[in-house]
Every structure is written in C-alpha cells, then in structure tokens.
C-alpha cells in the first residue's frame, strides 16, 4: 500500500506525517523507518522509529532511493512501513514522469514485500497526474 500525502509548504505535510509515524509505531507490529532530508524530524518522531538522514547516503536518484529501501529490507525483514519526508527534495528531482514510475515501483514492492509507503512530496497537488492521485 501507497499513501501519497502531496501540498504545498506550510499546509501540514509535516504535522501529518509526524502523527502517522506515532500511529505507525504504537500499532503495528514491526519496525518503521522515516527517510528525511535534513535534521527537521529528530525531536519529532519516537525513538521507536528509524529515522534516517538522506544527507549522509548521498541520494541522488530514484534508481538510488530503490536501491537504498531493497537494501533496508534486505538487511531487516521485520519493517512494515517506510515513511519518506520530502521525495522531490531528497533526491533533487521535480514532478515527472520519473516520480510516477518510483511511486508505482513502491506499490509492488509494497504489494511483494508487505511494507506499507507512506510519502510526502511538496508541490501543489493539482500538479499530479492520474498516475499519482490514485495513491492519495
């Protein structure tokens, strides 16, 4: 499953996210992982979740972003749901075809896998296609 919570700044993105990783942590049974662009969440989010820095991975790519997820549930079988804070800005890419394609790799993986996505991406919802509201 796919969860894509899409907006512009200052229209509660973050304060979203930060209550889903809490609900994700007190009730599902398994590990919960936040990807973050920059230090923001730290005082945020339970020390029950992991929470990883994006700064000290170098992503650079969606290629790289998939990688980087295969390899955390390659290491550990247990995570159930991977937050992702910021998609455009962690990889430094704008709102394309590309980010369609990285969404719906997510759903398969999440549909093979069971590990629930839950991603943020900052930009006006009305710019969206089909391919992405689906995931709304």
């Known amino acids: 499953m796919v969860k894509i919570i899409m907006g512009l700044k200052g229209c509660g993105k973050t304060k979203q996210l930060i209550d889903l990783v809490n609900v994700a942590v007190n009730e599902e049974n398994g590990d919960v992982v936040c990807i973050e662009n920059g230090q923001k969440l730290t005082y945020d989010i339970p020390h029950a979740a992991r929470l990883i820095e994006a700064s000290d991975y170098g992503f650079n790519s969606y290629d790289f972003l998939k990688g980087f997820i295969s390899g955390l549930h390659a290491e ?27 969404i719906d790799w997510c759903e398969s993986f999440s549909e093979r896998q069971n590990i629930k996505f839950t991603i943020m991406i900052s930009a006006d919802a009305a710019l969206a296609t089909e391919g992405i509201r689906k995931y709304f």
Not at 76 to 84: E, G, L, R
């Open 76 to 102: 550990n079988y247990d995570i159930t749901h991977v937050f992702i804070d910021s998609l455009l800005k962690l990889i430094d890419q704008t709102l394309d075809a590309k980010t369609e394609d990285f």
